[in-house]
């Protein structure tokens, strides 16, 4: 991403001065980057959202025939003490903090290209 805003910068918008071409193509990576993040932390809430769900649900008063009920339940509890998550490769976890890092990395790297370049 910060080669895209660096081309754009630097050659002035391109040969023919087409800065719309590279607005759209930085649009498009910032969407697919964000849109990713974004699934990945709505899987995260939602996971934590079960173990919310299943604290809330009367499994001391389920029916005495059935026995196994209240032991599915601890057991879903203990596995949802670690949420799911998307991993890229896994090395880091896929949500909006990943985001954050990732376009506070772009700025970085933008930064530091144009003071070589300038220099």
């Known amino acids: 991403m910060c ?11 391109g ?4 800065v719309a ?3 759209v193509y930085f649009s498009m990576e910032f969407s697919e980057v964000l849109l990713y993040c974004w699934f990945g932390s709505s899987l995260i809430f939602a996971s934590l959202e079960v173990g919310l769900a299943l604290y809330d649900i009367d499994w001391y008063n389920a ?8 032991t599915c ?3 879903m509890m203990i596995r949802i003490q670690k949420p799911i998550k998307l991993t ?6 896929v949500s909006l903090i990943l985001f954050t890092n ?3 990395t772009t ?9 070589l370049y300038t220099s």
Do not use: C, R, W
Not at 63 to 70: H, L, R, S, V
Not at 88 to 93: Q, T
Not at 108 to 114: D, G, H, I, V
């Open 15 to 18: 040969h023919n001065g087409n």
């Open 102 to 104: 990732i376009m506070s």
């Open 88 to 93: 890229a490769l896994k090395f880091a976890d």
């Open 107 to 115: 700025a970085s790297y933008f930064a530091l290209l144009k003071t």
């Open 63 to 70: 029916q005495q025939d059935n026995e196994a009920f209240p």
């Open 73 to 75: 339940v601890h057991i």
């Open 21 to 23: 071409l590279f607005i």
């Open 3 to 13: 080669m895209v805003i660096f081309h754009a910068i630097v050659t002035k918008g």
